[in-house]
C-alpha cells in the first residue's frame, strides 16, 4: 500500500544543475567503496531493474531510502552507516533494527521533496514502489539519473505487476517471496556484501518454513482471510495477489477479495459483510494520513458501524494485527505469515 502524502515537484532546471555540481563535487575524491581506494570487486555493477539498466559505479557510501521497506532490507544487510537519509514510514522500524535505525537521519515521514533528497548529496536511491519514482512522486528516476545518482525499485512492485492505471496497480501474476529475496541479493549485491544478502535470504526463508510447519493446508483451506490496510470511509482491502496473497497461499487459507487483480481495491463494507470473512488482518499503522490507521481505530469502527458489527469476525473478536509493512511486498511479509499463522492456529482454524 502506497503513501498518500502529496508530493513536491522538481521545480526548475537551476535545482537540477546546482544539485549536478554538489554532487559531482561530493564524488570528486570520495570513497569507491574500497579500502585501499582501488576500485572494488564487481564493479561497475549493471543490473536490470524495473525495465531499466541500472550502473552503479562504486558501492554506495552516501545512499538515500525513500521507502520503509527498503530501509529495512538495508538496516538488516548492516549498512546504516551508509544511509544517508531515509523517509516514508507508515510504522515503528523493524524489531531488532532499533539501534541501527536511531543512527539514521530520517529526512521526511511522508515522501520528501526532491530538494530534501538531493541535500543529503545521495550516491545511491533506492524505493519500494515504483510510484515513489514516478511523476507524482518524490521525482522520476530519469531525474535523479541525469545527476548521476543511480536508482533502484523493488522487483516486487514491478515483476508481475502493471502500475499504468492508477492507485496502487494490479496484478498480472500472483507474488511470490522469490521477487523479495532478489530484492535483497541485488541490494546485498549493489553495496558490496553479496553474502550478506544470501545470509538474510536463508534466514527468511527458515522462518518461512518454520511458520507454516504443521499447519494442515485441508484445515486452514476452510478458514477465509480479509485484509485490511488502511481507511474506513472508503477501505483498501487486499486484491488476491499481492503480499497478502503470499502470506493466503502458503498457509493453503482463501482471500475473501481473491476474485480481484488490483493490489488494494477500495470496496465497500457491504460488500465485505457479505462474504463474511472467518478472520481480519488489520493493519496496525502509526502514521496518521487517512482515517481508522492504527488497529484501535479500525476494531473501534467494525464494532460500532452497523453493516460491520455484525459480521462473525466481529462478533467473535477474530482479528490478527499486522504492521503496514508486513502487509506490503517486504521482507516483514515474512512476520505478516507468522501472526496469521498463529491467530489461525489459536482461532483453531489451523493445526
Same mark, same amino acid.
Given at each position: 500500500?502506497?503513501?498518500?502524502?502529496?508530493?513536491?515537484?522538481? @521545480?526548475? =532546471?537551476?535545482?537540477?544543475? &546546482?544539485?549536478?555540481?554538489?554532487?559531482?563535487a561530493c564524488g570528486e575524491g570520495g570513497s569507491?567503496?574500497?579500502?585501499?581506494?582501488?576500485?572494488?570487486?564487481?564493479?561497475?555493477?549493471?543490473?536490470? /531493474?524495473?525495465? *531499466?539498466?541500472?550502473?552503479?559505479?562504486?558501492?554506495?557510501?552516501?545512499?538515500?531510502?525513500?521507502?520503509? !521497506?527498503?530501509?529495512?532490507?538495508?538496516?538488516?544487510?548492516?549498512?546504516?552507516? *551508509?544511509?544517508?537519509?531515509?523517509?516514508?514510514?507508515?510504522?515503528?522500524?523493524?524489531? $531488532?533494527?532499533?539501534?541501527?535505525?536511531?543512527?539514521?537521519?530520517?529526512?521526511?515521514?511522508? @515522501?520528501?521533496?526532491?530538494?530534501?533528497?538531493?541535500?543529503?548529496?545521495?550516491?545511491?536511491?533506492?524505493?519500494?514502489?515504483?510510484?515513489?519514482?514516478?511523476?507524482?512522486?518524490? &521525482?522520476?528516476?530519469?531525474?535523479f539519473e541525469k545527476l548521476g545518482v543511480p536508482?533502484?525499485?523493488s522487483p516486487a512492485d514491478c515483476v508481475g505487476?502493471? /502500475?499504468?492505471? $492508477?492507485?496502487?496497480? +494490479? #496484478?498480472?501474476?500472483?507474488?511470490?517471496?522469490?521477487?523479495?529475496?532478489?530484492?535483497? *541479493?541485488?541490494?546485498?549485491?549493489?553495496?558490496?556484501?553479496?553474502?550478506?544478502?544470501?545470509?538474510?535470504?536463508?534466514?527468511? #526463508?527458515? *522462518?518461512?518454513?518454520?511458520?507454516?510447519? $504443521?499447519?494442515? +493446508?485441508?484445515? =486452514?483451506?476452510?478458514?477465509?482471510?480479509?485484509?485490511?490496510?488502511?481507511?474506513?470511509? +472508503?477501505?483498501?482491502?487486499?486484491?488476491?495477489? !499481492?503480499?497478502? $496473497?503470499?502470506?493466503?497461499?502458503?498457509?493453503?487459507?482463501?482471500?475473501?477479495?481473491?476474485?480481484?487483480?488490483?493490489?488494494?481495491?477500495?470496496?465497500?463494507?457491504?460488500?465485505?459483510?457479505?462474504?463474511?470473512?472467518?478472520?481480519?488482518?488489520?493493519?496496525?499503522?502509526?502514521?496518521?494520513?487517512?482515517?481508522?490507521?492504527?488497529?484501535?481505530?479500525?476494531?473501534?469502527?467494525?464494532?460500532? /458501524?452497523?453493516?460491520?458489527?455484525?459480521?462473525?469476525?466481529?462478533?467473535? #473478536? @477474530?482479528?490478527?494485527?499486522?504492521?503496514?509493512?508486513?502487509?506490503?511486498?517486504?521482507?516483514?511479509?515474512?512476520?505478516?505469515?507468522? @501472526?496469521?499463522?498463529?491467530?489461525? #492456529?489459536?482461532?483453531?482454524? &489451523? !493445526?
Amino acid at each position: 500500500m502506497l503513501s498518500t502524502a502529496t508530493p513536491v515537484p522538481i @521545480r526548475n =532546471a537551476a535545482l537540477l544543475a &546546482a544539485g549536478l555540481l554538489l554532487l559531482t563535487a561530493c564524488g570528486e575524491g570520495g570513497s569507491t567503496g574500497a579500502a585501499d581506494g582501488k576500485k572494488a570487486d564487481g564493479f561497475p555493477l549493471t543490473l536490470k /531493474n524495473c525495465g *531499466r539498466t541500472v550502473t552503479v559505479k562504486a558501492p554506495p557510501q552516501q545512499a538515500v531510502s525513500v521507502d520503509q !521497506g527498503s530501509t529495512e532490507i538495508l538496516l538488516s544487510l548492516g549498512l546504516a552507516d *551508509r544511509i544517508a537519509g531515509t523517509a516514508t514510514w507508515s510504522d515503528p522500524v523493524m524489531k $531488532g533494527l532499533e539501534k541501527a535505525n536511531a543512527g539514521v537521519e530520517r529526512i521526511s515521514e511522508n @515522501r520528501p521533496s526532491p530538494e530534501k533528497v538531493l541535500d543529503k548529496e545521495p550516491d545511491f536511491l533506492s524505493a519500494s514502489f515504483a510510484s515513489t519514482l514516478a511523476k507524482g512522486g518524490v &521525482a522520476p528516476r530519469e531525474q535523479f539519473e541525469k545527476l548521476g545518482v543511480p536508482t533502484y525499485i523493488s522487483p516486487a512492485d514491478c515483476v508481475g505487476k502493471d /502500475n499504468s492505471g $492508477g492507485g496502487d496497480g +494490479a #496484478r498480472t501474476a500472483p507474488l511470490t517471496m522469490d521477487s523479495v529475496y532478489t530484492e535483497v *541479493r541485488e541490494l546485498a549485491q549493489v553495496f558490496g556484501v553479496p553474502e550478506r544478502g544470501d545470509a538474510l535470504v536463508k534466514k527468511l #526463508r527458515a *522462518r518461512v518454513d518454520k511458520a507454516t510447519d $504443521g499447519i494442515d +493446508a485441508s484445515d =486452514a483451506s476452510d478458514a477465509s482471510l480479509l485484509y485490511w490496510f488502511s481507511d474506513s470511509k +472508503a477501505p483498501y482491502l487486499a486484491g488476491c495477489c !499481492g503480499a497478502p $496473497g503470499v502470506i493466503t497461499k502458503e498457509l493453503g487459507a482463501k482471500n475473501v477479495f481473491d476474485d480481484t487483480q488490483d493490489e488494494w481495491p477500495q470496496i465497500s463494507w457491504e460488500t465485505v459483510a457479505d462474504r463474511n470473512p472467518d478472520v481480519l488482518v488489520i493493519g496496525d499503522l502509526s502514521r496518521t494520513t487517512q482515517t481508522a490507521e492504527s488497529a484501535e481505530k479500525k476494531i473501534e469502527f467494525l464494532e460500532s /458501524n452497523p453493516v460491520t458489527k455484525t459480521m462473525d469476525a466481529v462478533k467473535n #473478536r @477474530r482479528y490478527v494485527l499486522l504492521s503496514g509493512q508486513a502487509m506490503n511486498p517486504t521482507i516483514r511479509t515474512v512476520e505478516g505469515l507468522e @501472526r496469521v499463522a498463529a491467530g489461525l #492456529r489459536d482461532f483453531g482454524l &489451523a !493445526g
